[in-house]
């Protein structure tokens, strides 16, 4: 006990604390210099990792919207190649930089890769900082995104043009009854869907990416129209155009065969297609009180020919139900300028398949309906001014759905 008491008097004495005092400075130097390294490079790695931690959630901002953007490219109908072009563009203006990306529809992993979905993957290395004293590799970070596409609707009839004023048109003493489908244009134009004079309509929905004008208020399922949506994609945009063949045909015939038309056709009295493809070069035009007929037929209008039937024509025609055109039965070319095509029928005509003119108007009049209330349109523009019953349960037909406001949402 005497010993500790001298030992502490000895520490707490004036003699030690003079002698601590005077050299403490070089002590807090050398203690300062020792520590430096560590505290610059503790400070460094918390201001790095925060830095790391806000490019991360960048790099996942930029990969939700590049793979949002890839599927309104897809919703548009564009291909591979421009899905992953607006990918990349949408990538590169929100600051990817130096980064890579992968873009792969359908997604090449995850519960999406059966679905139409767009996915996106990002790469990027970070250079490091203050942290760089300890290490000079990069530091790398991974982005993904998974943008999916999901048809909320069906449509009966598609307007496929993007300005066009009434582009979707029911007008004068029409009565147009859709049953489980909605009527879609994708017409920015303030009146893109209009209902005039005493038309009726019925139908599940109207949707529009632009407005509507509606003189005579439809009967609908939903509570209002639908505005400002996203535009349908072209349902047959990738539908091969059927290539004409030798030798060419002749109309003037009571049975038709498959084969090119290479005058049009210009059909009266009673008339039968066999069934098949038949490319039409010119118009085709189907008389007063002819009488025509077929099932499993396709009509490929090439070039701009248009499709003329009186009103006083039977025509009972259908198309195939299997096979590359399983479901269409007009075909309007891709590739011709802007023209009309006029169905007109009586009550006992029956149109049964889709009717498709991504460059025409379509005018359909009279008493229209395929068999089951199975037709369906989808045109540059629609005018309807007859009376049909449209349904879209047609899978039995060989008919499949077209689908109307899709949406898109990242899922993963």
Not at 54 to 81: F, R
Not at 87 to 94: D, I, K, P, W
Not at 97 to 122: F, H, Y
Not at 298 to 306: D, H, V
Request: proline letters at 4%.
């Amino acid at each position: 006990m005497a010993f500790s008491g001298r030992f502490f008097r000895h520490v707490f004495s004036r003699h030690f604390f003079r002698r601590f005092g005077e050299g403490k400075g070089g002590n807090v130097a050398t203690i300062f210099a020792l520590t430096l390294p560590v505290v610059v490079g503790g400070a460094g790695l918390g201001v790095e990792t925060s830095y790391w931690y806000y490019s991360s959630l960048k790099l996942q901002a930029i990969a939700d919207a590049a793979a949002y953007a890839g599927a309104l490219e897809k919703i548009a109908g564009s291909n591979t190649d421009a899905i992953a072009a607006a990918a990349t563009s949408s990538a590169a203006s929100n600051g990817l930089g130096a980064g890579t990306i992968v873009v792969n529809t359908p997604p090449a992993s995850g519960p999406n890769t059966a679905k139409k979905a767009v996915e996106v993957i990002l790469n990027q290395n970070l250079d490091r900082m203050f942290t760089s004293i300890f290490t000079q590799t990069k530091v790398p970070e991974r982005a993904r995104a998974v943008a999916l596409i999901t048809d909320a609707s069906k449509a009966c009839d598609i307007a496929l043009s993007l300005t066009a004023s009434q582009a979707l048109l029911f007008s004068g003493n029409t009565t147009a009854k859709k049953i489980g489908c909605v009527d879609m244009a994708n017409s920015s134009a303030s009146d893109a869907i209009k209902i005039q004079g005493s038309a009726a309509v019925q139908t599940d929905c109207l949707i529009t990416v632009g407005g509507v004008v509606l003189n005579n208020p439809p009967t609908m399922v939903c509570k209002a129209p639908i505005t400002q949506a996203l535009p349908a994609a072209d349902p047959f945009a990738s539908l091969p155009a059927p290539a004409a063949t030798n030798p060419c045909q002749n109309d003037n015939k009571s049975a038709l065969k498959p084969g090119t038309y290479c005058s049009g056709m210009n059909l009266s009295g009673n008339v039968t297609l066999d069934p098949g493809v038949y490319v039409v070069q010119g118009n085709l035009k189907i008389n007063a009180n002819a009488n025509i007929s077929g099932s499993g037929v396709t009509i490929f209008m090439s070039g701009s020919s248009t499709v003329s039937i009186n009103g006083n024509a039977t025509v009972t025609l259908s198309a195939p139900t299997s096979g590359t055109y399983s479901g269409v039965l007009f075909y309007g070319d891709r590739t011709g300028t802007a023209a009309q095509s006029t169905f007109n029928g009586t009550a006992s005509s029956l149109l049964t398949g889709a009717i498709y003119f991504p460059r025409q108007q379509v005018n359909y009049l009279g008493n229209f309906s395929g068999k089951n209330g199975c037709t369906q349109v989808v045109a540059d523009t629609i005018q309807w001014s007859g009376n049909s019953t449209i349904n879209q349960d047609c899978s039995s037909l060989g008919m499949k759905d077209i689908p109307a406001a899709q949406s898109v949402a990242v899922v993963e």
